[in-house]
């Protein structure tokens, strides 16, 4: 079948929006966002409709949102506490007095709710999408036992330097359904990394939802021209303790399978960072772990409203990549380290979102709610 035009696909997405809003469904409207008291801590978030508090008015592209609330329980993962929520593996000494870092993963299918009312046949690592953000630092061996529970082989592809019969490829750490395969490996290089399943057809174990965040910190003893930049990025330093760290996995998902994206994304849930924006104290520096994984669209982005940031293409740098911009640009699989702070602004609602506004509109917005001190 021919591809669909550029009219023929605004039309199909309109019908779609349509036909979820009179089914009662998840439709695209005027909606109230949460004002700043309601919004959420970072990695918590507050109950929405608090007692005694006005809403804001409503703040998307032209007033659209999604309407109700995804059920993070049901779900199993919440993309808010994703923000924060680190797997850092277990830890052992191996022989030679090397740190060695054990990850447990699992391949599971699963049906998740992208937005109100909608749910999508997701293949999943760890039950949820993306999977588990891994950390770990560099230089420590690093061991991924692999547990495939779902219906079709899969495999855990990092994006890093190992051998060749662990790049989980086709004959190199496959796994069919009901065995299991052990990676090892050094943690290397230093960076912001993803991981895949590559399986084939790759692009739909992708789509489906087999992805996440792989970062290596740096090794600050390694690196004594940037010791303190390197501390401040090693998960556990008093450092790095003073940043505010959030870990945004931008994806999208194609609901009737025709190769087009209909919904849009960071951490899965559309409008989830509208709904609840992100609680940033004014006085402590952000980064973010920015990673593009969407397929079917060959460009994503990320634009910050009233401000500016450093970004560090890959992270694998100490110095930044760009200095003082506010948009960048990836294509799949690539990603990146912003740094920025709101020290000099006044405390209120900063938007974020790409600068594709069919993305944005289609759920890939949020806000980041600054404020003094958090309660």
């Not at 790049?167 to 990394?193: L, N, S």
Request: hydrophobic share 40%; charged share 20%.
């Amino acid at each position: 079948m021919d591809k669909p035009t550029r009219p023929d696909l605004l039309r199909r997405r309109s019908l779609l929006m349509g036909g979820l809003a009179a089914a009662g469904g998840t439709a695209i409207c005027t909606s109230a966002a949460l004002g700043q008291q309601q919004a959420s801590h970072v990695g918590h978030a507050a109950p929405s409709g608090a007692a005694g508090q006005e809403p804001m008015p409503a703040m998307g592209h032209g007033a659209m949102m999604t309407v109700g609330e995804v059920d993070s329980a049901v779900n199993g993962f919440d993309p808010t506490e994703m923000l924060t929520d680190w797997d850092t593996g277990t830890v052992s000494t191996l022989p030679d007095g090397r740190t060695l870092r054990t990850f447990e993963m699992t391949a599971e299918d699963r049906e998740i709710e992208i937005a109100p009312g909608i749910k999508f046949p997701a293949w999943t690592y760890n039950g949820r999408v993306p999977g588990p953000a891994l950390r770990a630092k560099e230089g420590e061996r690093l061991r991924i036992v692999f547990r495939n529970y779902a219906s079709h082989p899969h495999s855990i592809h990092f994006h890093g330097i190992h051998a060749a019969r662990m790049d989980g490829v086709p004959g190199a750490g496959m796994v069919d359904p009901g065995d299991e395969f052990i990676y090892e490996f050094d943690a290397k290089p230093f960076g912001c990394h993803l991981y895949h399943c590559h399986a084939m057809p790759l692009r739909r174990h992708i789509h489906k939802g087999m992805y996440g965040a792989f970062v290596i910190d740096p090794d600050p003893e390694r690196r004594p021209e940037h010791v303190e930049v390197a501390r401040s990025r090693l998960l556990g330093t008093p450092e790095n303790a003073g940043w505010q760290e959030l870990v945004m996995v931008m994806n999208a998902f194609d609901t009737n399978f025709d190769a087009e994206n209909e919904f849009y994304a960071v951490n899965t849930i559309a409008h989830a960072f509208m709904k609840r924006p992100i609680r940033i104290v004014k006085g402590r520096p952000v980064r973010i772990y920015l990673i593009n994984v969407i397929e079917f669209d060959p460009i994503n982005s990320f634009h910050l409203h009233a401000n500016f940031f450093d970004y560090y293409d890959q992270g694998t740098t100490l110095t930044p990549t760009l200095k003082t911009v506010d948009l960048i640009t990836q294509c799949q699989a690539q990603r990146g380290i912003l740094e920025f702070t709101f020290t000099e602004h006044e405390p209120g609602l900063y938007m974020f979102h790409p600068h594709q506004t069919e993305f944005t509109e289609l759920g890939w917005v949020g806000m980041f709610d600054v404020v003094e001190a958090l309660a």
